[in-house]
């Protein structure tokens, strides 16, 4: 089967550090994504990971372990823009099936 | 540069009623394209995907149908709308890269 955690809600103080981790089990793994999403809009691209590691872009950063089935997504110095739902997504061994997580909607508070 | 539109942008629909929601790409060839739902408060659910003209692959079996008549254009049906059709439909694109980009949405109210 296919399952995606992550958790439902998060608040941070504006100029802090956030974690927002996610855990898969799925039939196959291609790579994983993160999106952010504003309420009432479409989600837009973060970052991929597909080996172990760290990948920096700016203020995000996403990290992956495959072994433990497991990634993270860091924002770093909050900005009050910064509110929304973050999504992680894997895709299978196919290639074309992604499997989307329930979302965390983080808050980001002055 | 590629973009991608969606339209309408918000729809009210009585039970019962047929559904044609359309997905253009621009600025890029032979794409895949995919068909989102996401519910109220929650994740996006992959519909339908297509790796090109013709070619349609379901994921969720429902009373909707997708159709790819041309090579970046991708079309969402049905013929009789249930009140549980009802959601946030994304139309996505994939080109080159791994990632997907999606469109603006249609917001679907069956009432």
């Known amino acids: 089967g296919q399952n995606i955690d992550q958790p439902t809600e998060m608040t941070a103080t504006e100029g802090a550090i956030v974690q927002i981790n996610c855990t898969y089990q799925t039939s196959g793994f291609n790579g994983l994504f993160w999106y952010q999403q504003h309420a009432g809009e479409a989600p837009t691209f973060l970052s991929y990971?597909?080996?172990?590691g760290l990948e920096e872009k700016g203020r995000f950063s996403s990290f992956l372990s495959r072994s433990k089935g497991y990634s993270y997504l860091l924002l770093k110095e909050l900005q009050m823009k910064d509110s929304a739902s973050y999504l992680c997504?894997?895709?299978?061994?196919?290639?074309?099936?992604?499997?989307f997580g329930p979302g965390t909607r983080l808050s980001v508070l002055p | 540069s590629q973009t991608i539109h969606q339209w309408p942008a918000t729809l009210v629909q009585p039970v019962g009623s047929p559904l044609s929601l359309e997905c253009t790409v621009e600025g890029t060839s032979n794409p895949n394209l995919y068909w989102y739902r996401q519910a109220a408060g929650r994740g996006l659910q992959l519909l339908f995907y297509s790796v090109g003209i013709g070619q349609i692959s379901s994921e969720v079996p429902q009373n909707l149908s997708a159709s790819r008549p041309q090579d970046r254009q991708f079309i969402l049906s049905s013929k009789k709308l249930l009140l549980s059709d009802s959601g946030f439909y994304l139309c996505?694109?994939?080109?080159?890269?791994?990632?997907?980009?999606f469109g603006p949405g249609t917001r679907l109210t069956v009432t």
């Open positions: 990971n597909v080996l172990d």
């Open positions: 996505a694109y994939r080109a080159r890269g791994e990632e997907q980009y």
């Open positions: 997504a894997v895709k299978d061994n196919y290639g074309q099936n992604f499997v």
